[in-house]
């Protein structure tokens, strides 16, 4: 079986009945922050871990640097790989650097050694070995204890992988929250930090700005350093507040561009789009308290060196292929529509013939997709010509919504930009297909979910048509 086949086994169906799991010592800070039934994600995660023989002294030294938020979490932590990599090579240090990042159509790409994904063996064998070792069988659950859903799977799994491959330091993404996310079994981390906040999750992480501040801020630990980038003045407060509570020390990075003032008039810094600018400059904090904190320091040239080997595929990502220009973006949620629709507008010129793809495949609950394309055709100002609804990704058919659902995007999308041209596609593939039958060259904006950017990007690149 392949990585994907073995943990698809973890997947849980969503929860139809409403059952609040918020503790109610929480529910005056946090008021209707999650109303979903079942326990907390992180419950049970240092006890899987300990029953691997991964003490928490253990975790204590793989060096964790803990990162929450809404957008730019992937790109913030894969920044920091990058800069404390180039940091390494340019100083002669010898050390493994892990990246866990979520979400990814293939488990491999959500857990990094160095520079590159885990070897497809590899994580099967380590997948295997926590099964036996664990004693789960996800087909014939024991009635004796429980077993992780995927997400949980996942942590457990890149943490076991880090431990048994030697690393030394961790990037870890946190999944959607943070107080009760599957990651924050780490007790001691060396740095945390938060990216941009936005209404993302909202069934479970509460309906306003200050309910999700008060999750994300649930990574704070006491006398850790924790980061973040300029954000509204409501959760600024409430992050705030969250580090009092937490006993940590907190610092917000106000202005990008002082901190990568530097490098404003050097060409590297043309490299880094504009929408990634705020990320950026945040990686460049983390590492440097990071490096300090071990009696380093992070320079110009080791900053230079980690922008030009960055590397972070489906995000704000262009390739040419097949006779079109496709530019790839994984926004899911209305904060990082606007971001890409802006971006989108920005490299594109306004009489190119332009074709949005579009797919979202997360629970009403969880999203509200008419928002999602509502913000995001608001934000293409100057339109696009064609649009082309997907309903799966071939390559997983867990991600897929019914015919109905692809019937009212199109339907929202007519009632409202009622001279694009809307199409439906079947599958990547099949939306790949259409543009090409259009003949002229396109422009293609490809966005709404980060595993339609994959599957595209991957299709893109193979060219097997």
Same mark, same amino acid.
């Given at each position: 079986?392949?990585?994907?086949?073995?943990?698809?086994?973890?997947?849980?169906?969503? &929860?139809?009945?409403?059952?609040?799991?918020?503790?109610?010592?929480?529910?005056?800070?946090?008021?209707?922050?999650?109303?979903?039934?079942?326990?907390?994600?992180?419950?049970?995660?240092?006890? %899987?871990?300990?029953?691997?023989?991964?003490?928490?002294?253990?975790?204590?030294?793989?060096?964790?640097?803990?990162?929450?938020?809404?957008?730019?979490? =992937?790109?913030?932590?894969?920044?920091?790989?990058?800069?404390?990599?180039?940091?390494?090579?340019?100083?002669?240090?010898?050390?493994?650097?892990?990246?866990?990042?979520?979400?990814?159509?293939?488990?491999?790409?959500?857990?990094?050694?160095?520079?590159?994904?885990?070897?497809?063996?590899?994580?099967?064998?380590?997948?295997?070995?926590?099964?036996?070792?664990?004693?789960?069988? &996800? $087909?014939?659950?024991?009635?004796?204890?429980?077993?992780?859903?995927?997400?949980?799977?996942?942590?457990?799994?890149?943490?076991?992988?880090?431990?048994?491959?030697?690393?030394?330091?961790?990037?870890?993404?946190?999944?959607?929250?943070?107080?009760?996310?599957?990651?924050?079994?780490?007790?001691? &981390?060396?740095?945390?930090?938060?990216?941009?906040?936005?209404?993302?999750?909202?069934?479970?992480?509460?309906?306003?700005?200050?309910?999700?501040?008060?999750?994300?801020?649930?990574?704070?630990?006491?006398?850790?350093?924790?980061?973040?980038?300029?954000?509204?003045?409501?959760?600024?407060?409430?992050?705030?507040?969250?580090?009092?509570?937490? =006993?940590?020390?907190?610092?917000?990075?106000?202005?990008?561009?002082?901190?990568?003032?530097?490098?404003?008039?050097?060409?590297?810094?043309?490299?880094?789009?504009? $929408?990634?600018? $705020?990320?950026?400059?945040?990686?460049?904090?983390?590492?440097?308290?990071?490096?300090?904190?071990?009696?380093?320091?992070?320079?110009?040239?080791?900053?230079?060196?980690?922008?030009?080997?960055?590397? %972070?595929?489906?995000?704000?990502?262009?390739?040419?292929?097949?006779?079109?220009? %496709?530019?790839?973006?994984?926004?899911?949620?209305?904060?990082?529509?606007?971001?890409?629709?802006?971006?989108?507008?920005?490299?594109?010129?306004?009489?190119?013939?332009?074709?949005?793809?579009?797919?979202?495949?997360?629970?009403?609950?969880?999203?509200?997709?008419?928002?999602?394309?509502?913000?995001? =055709?608001?934000?293409?100002?100057?339109?696009?010509?064609?649009?082309?609804?997907?309903?799966?990704?071939?390559?997983?058919?867990?991600?897929?919504?019914?015919?109905?659902?692809?019937?009212?995007?199109?339907?929202?999308?007519?009632?409202? %930009?009622?001279?694009?041209?809307?199409?439906?596609?079947?599958?990547?593939?099949?939306?790949?297909?259409?543009?090409?039958?259009? =003949?002229?060259?396109?422009?293609?904006?490809?966005?709404?979910?980060?595993?339609?950017?994959?599957?595209?990007?991957?299709?893109?690149?193979?060219?097997?048509?």
């Amino acid at each position: 079986m392949t990585s994907l086949e073995l943990l698809k086994r973890y997947r849980r169906p969503f &929860p139809s009945k409403l059952v609040s799991t918020q503790p109610p010592t929480h529910s005056s800070k946090a008021p209707n922050a999650s109303t979903l039934m079942g326990s907390p994600p992180v419950n049970g995660m240092k006890r %899987w871990l300990m029953r691997l023989g991964h003490k928490a002294k253990v975790i204590d030294r793989l060096n964790v640097i803990h990162v929450a938020g809404t957008k730019g979490k =992937g790109s913030t932590c894969a920044y920091v790989a990058s800069f404390l990599r180039e940091h390494a090579k340019k100083n002669g240090i010898t050390q493994k650097i892990g990246l866990y990042t979520s979400p990814s159509l293939w488990p491999c790409n959500r857990i990094w050694i160095d520079s590159s994904p885990l070897p497809e063996d590899l994580l099967v064998k380590r997948i295997l070995e926590v099964e036996r070792r664990l004693d789960f069988n &996800p $087909e014939n659950p024991s009635p004796y204890y429980a077993i992780p859903g995927f997400l949980q799977m996942m942590a457990i799994v890149s943490f076991h992988t880090f431990i048994e491959e030697g690393v030394n330091v961790i990037i870890c993404e946190a999944h959607h929250g943070g107080e009760f996310d599957a990651t924050n079994f780490i007790q001691h &981390p060396t740095i945390t930090a938060i990216t941009k906040i936005g209404m993302d999750h909202v069934e479970n992480l509460g309906g306003s700005i200050k309910n999700i501040a008060w999750h994300k801020g649930g990574i704070f630990k006491k006398n850790v350093l924790g980061l973040s980038v300029s954000q509204a003045q409501e959760a600024e407060e409430e992050l705030a507040r969250r580090a009092i509570e937490k =006993g940590a020390q907190l610092q917000f990075i106000k202005d990008a561009r002082c901190t990568l003032s530097g490098f404003i008039n050097d060409e590297i810094f043309e490299r880094i789009p504009i $929408e990634q600018r $705020e990320n950026c400059a945040l990686a460049t904090q983390i590492t440097h308290e990071y490096l300090r904190l071990n009696g380093h320091s992070l320079n110009e040239e080791d900053i230079k060196a980690g922008i030009g080997t960055y590397c %972070w595929p489906g995000r704000f990502h262009v390739v040419d292929s097949v006779g079109c220009k %496709w530019y790839l973006d994984g926004a899911h949620n209305e904060t990082s529509m606007e971001v890409v629709a802006e971006w989108y507008e920005r490299v594109v010129s306004t009489d190119s013939i332009r074709v949005l793809i579009f797919a979202n495949f997360s629970n009403s609950r969880t999203r509200d997709w008419s928002r999602i394309i509502r913000v995001l =055709g608001r934000s293409l100002t100057s339109g696009v010509q064609s649009v082309i609804f997907v309903q799966g990704i071939e390559y997983d058919d867990h991600f897929t919504i019914t015919d109905q659902r692809l019937e009212d995007y199109a339907r929202l999308w007519g009632q409202n %930009w009622p001279s694009t041209s809307i199409y439906k596609a079947v599958n990547v593939q099949d939306a790949i297909d259409l543009v090409k039958s259009f =003949g002229v060259r396109r422009h293609v904006l490809v966005t709404g979910s980060l595993y339609l950017a994959e599957a595209a990007l991957e299709l893109l690149k193979n060219k097997n048509f």
